[in-house]
């Protein structure tokens, strides 16, 4: 099963894409971990980008259809959970022609609805744990008190260098002028399942379940 997970940023794309990858052996493919990651081993690439994303705008379609491209050709286990991409209308497109050459199809995009004001309020309370990726908030979900992460262990708690109110207001933008238009692209297509992404991360999870049947 193949999936996008479609909503704004905050709305909790990565927290209910990591449950997929434990429950259903699934693959997450995040275009914004991707990118952090060669910001972070200081790749060319990653220097690019690197400012692009502190201001909270998008990255050229050509960067990430090549990330994307080049993790389809591995292996595809329970299949991929597409996390942040696609972002535009020519990133969608590719994706189709992507999936298309593997002999692969998407079986659902699932829209994750959150209000704004509840989005300001996870991305400016988010940690994540720089060695596993496990996503933490300072309200919901705080830095467990001994300092070590809950799954794995290690101490080291990352902020995130666009989780700040203008990125945030940035980031926004981008999603309703660019990503938006995705939600009635899939529509068309088929295949769009909306949930409420308001509720407790469990009651959240439940709804992705039942989305995907
Ligand atoms: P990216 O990393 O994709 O960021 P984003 O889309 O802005 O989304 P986030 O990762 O911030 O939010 P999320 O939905 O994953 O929420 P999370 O689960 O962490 O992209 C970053 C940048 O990279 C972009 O701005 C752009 O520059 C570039 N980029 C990436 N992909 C690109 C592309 N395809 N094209 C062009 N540029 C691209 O949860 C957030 C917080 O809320 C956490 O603290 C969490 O604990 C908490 N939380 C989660 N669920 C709940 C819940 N149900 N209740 C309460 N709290 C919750
Ligand atoms: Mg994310």
Do not use: H
């Not at 209910?16 to 990858?21: D, I, K, M, P, S």
């Not at 259809?65 to 535009?88: A, S, V």
């Amino acid at each position: 099963m193949n999936i996008i997970l479609l909503g704004p940023p905050g709305a909790g794309k990565g927290t209910q894409a990591r449950t997929l990858v434990e429950e259903r052996n699934m693959i997450q493919l995040s275009t914004g971990d991707m990118l952090r990651e060669a910001k972070d081993s200081g790749t060319e690439m990653g220097k690019v980008v690197a400012d692009v994303m502190a201001r909270g705008e998008l990255v050229t379609d050509e960067i990430v259809i090549g990330l994307i491209r080049e993790k389809l050709q591995g292996d595809k286990q329970g299949g991929f959970i597409f996390d942040g991409f696609p972002r535009t209308l020519a990133q969608a497109d590719a994706l189709a022609e992507l999936l298309d050459e593997q002999g692969e199809s998407l079986d659902a995009v699932v829209e994750m609805r959150v209000d704004d004001e509840a989005l300001v309020q996870r991305i400016t309370a988010r940690s994540t744990c720089g060695n596993c990726g496990e996503v933490f908030n300072d309200l919901t979900k705080p830095w467990p008190a001994d300092g070590k992460c809950s799954n794995c262990g290690s101490d080291d708690v990352k902020r995130r260098a666009d989780d700040n109110e203008d990125s945030l207001k940035q980031r926004l933008m981008e999603y309703y002028k660019k990503t938006s238009p995705l939600l009635g692209y899939y529509y068309a297509k088929g295949g769009l399942r909306s949930v409420n992404g308001l509720g407790e991360i469990a009651d959240v999870k439940a709804s992705i379940a039942k989305a995907l049947g």
